[in-house]
């Protein structure tokens, strides 16, 4: 690529019938001022395509990172989710065999109440039985005398 030094630089054969030097000295003074903006701004914008070219790959960076970290998110919720239904499992087994245990308890207890009911109910008719003899045997003896 031709750099506005080099047409700056340039020097023509000079002829018999030729250009205005002067003239075409001024129109190259021109063509170099306007090549040299061109030069500069085509520099500018490679450096912006650079720039934007990184700031492309430093988004696209960002954007692998998020989707990893919403990977991340969703498999911990899921996780969450799952060991939040193991724990409500285990804790219904645990509260099932504990209404089991003391459905039993109550169960044994109410027998022994029960057998305990039974047993002072024989007390109260053995003595019943007792009190009436021995009314009995003291009407007996009454009369007796």
């Keep these: 690529m031709l750099k ?9 054969e000079k002829k018999l019938k030729g250009y205005d030097c002067d003239e075409v000295d001024d129109f190259l003074d021109v063509i170099i001022q306007d090549y040299e903006a061109l030069c500069q701004e085509n520099q ?3 450096n912006k395509i650079g720039l934007l070219t990184d700031a492309v790959e430093r988004y696209k960076q960002i954007e ?3 989707h990893k970290s919403l990977d991340v998110a969703r498999q911990s919720a899921q996780d969450i989710k799952n060991n939040a239904n193991m724990e409500a499992q285990a804790i ?3 509260a099932k065999l504990d209404a089991t245990r003391l459905a039993r308890q109550i169960d044994e207890e109410h ?3 029960h057998q ?3 047993k002072v109910k024989h007390e109260v008719d053995t003595y019943k039985l007792r009190i009436k003899t021995v009314c009995e045997n003291l009407m007996k003896t009454l009369e007796d005398m």
């Design 4 to 12: 506005p030094i080099d047409i700056q630089n340039k020097e023509f």
């Design 44 to 46: 500018s914008l490679k």
């Design 64 to 66: 692998d990172t998020m």
């Design 92 to 94: 219904i087994n645990r």
């Design 111 to 113: 027998i022994k109440k």
């Design 116 to 118: 305990e009911m039974l």
